[in-house]
């Protein structure tokens, strides 16, 4: 009997490199609406995504979809796990602020009024649509009850109409 032998090397065909661009996010505010994550490989391959901290303040969905929840500061992280002829790609995080959305105060000018004319109901709306308090400078001259203004004495005093906000608005 007889045999013969030789070496025969099968190598694998090298699997490329691959990177991920992922640009900044720019800030958003607690009223911004959903938006898509823009990402991509230098493969070709599509990127996920992930939310690596902040959820309380977004939701991201794996193809890019981002959610508002809160006024934060969120983390989302790109990848790309590769293939057959790509190796995975070294991840991309971007921070993303979300601030609280600004409100703005409407108060029409209060006439002059006589001491005798009592009460003075004022009125004034905030952009957010949350409620308006006012208050007096001054509570000898005029106090202020809710909404209605008791004149008291003749002088000059200040009405002040504030929102103070909440977890969504400035």
Do not use: C, H
């Amino acid at each position: 009997s007889a045999s013969a032998y030789q070496d025969w090397i099968v190598t694998a065909t090298p699997r490329s490199d691959q990177n991920i661009t992922f640009a900044s996010i720019p800030d958003k505010t607690t009223v911004s609406a959903d938006f898509e994550l823009n990402a991509t490989a230098s493969s070709g391959l599509p990127v996920s995504f992930t939310l690596v901290s902040g959820d309380s303040y977004a939701s991201v969905t794996a193809d890019g979809n981002v959610s508002i929840l809160g006024a934060g500061v969120v983390t989302i992280r790109a990848s790309q796990d590769g293939n057959a002829s790509y190796n995975s790609a070294p991840t991309v995080e971007q921070n993303m602020t979300i601030n609280k959305a600004p409100q703005t105060i409407t108060f029409g000018s209060i006439p002059n009024q006589n001491l005798s004319a009592g009460t003075y109901t004022l009125t004034a709306t905030a952009s957010s649509g949350l409620g308006v308090s006012f208050s007096s400078s001054d509570s000898s001259i005029v106090s202020v009850t809710g909404n209605v203004a008791t004149l008291v004495a003749g002088g000059t005093v200040q009405i002040t109409a504030n929102q103070g906000g909440n977890s969504v608005y400035d």
